[in-house]
């Protein structure tokens, strides 16, 4: 994906944006499943975040509304091509480094085995049953809770609607909070399924068809 008015988010910023994601996901419905004890949530997910940015770096797109990261936007193209063996070297990786800090922080294993039920909610496998290559995936639309209701969400989707349709691309993302559907449903997605599995949990799988 590319765009002229959003920010490319830069290794450099790594820091800026690991404290947005996790004060923006501290309180999401998914994590307070996966970790349901508020004070190894919070240990835990910069360590998270940390982790998945490293394979996101290297797999994904990353934007921003500006340099100060208000709000960010994580994409993966999944019409343009890639490197398999370096695509799965890099996940393996993160996969890995992620077990190690479940583990680290939670030798109970309880946190380790909620991730290990919950995959089918981390990993959007659900994206298989499109049959849709020329498809962009959104990871993340996050925009820093003291800066909501200043449009910065549209900015970032509009920028990810107006490529996709420049190139004809159907776009998809997933959430766990049933209120983001609503928002949405407003930039034109319409629900295609809902995944419920292991937890008490619903995860809204989302598609935006090609213009």
């Known amino acids: ?20 994601l996790t004060v923006c ?32 770096f ?3 797109e990353i934007f921003a ?6 709000g960010v936007l994580v994409v993966s ?11 799965y070297a890099t996940e393996l990786h993160a996969y890995l480094k992620t077990d190690e800090y479940l583990i680290k922080e939670d030798p109970s294993l309880k946190t380790f085995w909620n991730f290990i039920l919950g995959k089918d909610y ?22 820093d809770p003291a800066m909501q209701h200043h449009g910065i969400s549209a900015l970032l989707m509009n920028e990810a609607i107006a490529y996709a349709h420049q190139h004809h ?8 909070n049933e209120h983001n ?13 809902v995944l419920e599995k292991h937890f008490d949990l619903k995860q809204y799988c989302m598609i935006r068809e090609v213009q």
């Not at 008015?5 to 404290?19: C, N």
């Not at 996901?25 to 998945?52: N, V």
């Open 1 to 20: 994906m590319d765009s002229d008015k959003l920010y490319r988010v830069k290794k450099e910023d790594i820091p800026k944006l690991e404290q947005l």
């Open 25 to 56: 996901f501290a309180q999401d419905p998914l994590y307070g499943h996966l970790i349901p004890d508020e004070d190894t949530r919070k240990r835990l997910l910069p360590e998270l975040f940390h982790c998945d940015l490293e394979e996101m």
């Open 58 to 60: 290297a797999t994904c």
């Open 65 to 70: 509304d500006s340099p100060e990261l208000n």
């Open 77 to 87: 193209d999944e019409s343009e091509p890639y490197n398999f063996f370096q695509y």
């Open 122 to 143: 981390l990993n959007s496998k659900w994206t298989d049953q499109l049959h849709q290559e020329e498809r962009l995936h959104i990871i993340y639309l996050a925009v």
């Open 169 to 176: 691309l159907m776009i998809s993302l997933e959430t766990h």
């Open 181 to 193: 559907v609503a928002l949405y449903q407003h930039f034109g997605f319409k629900l295609y399924g």
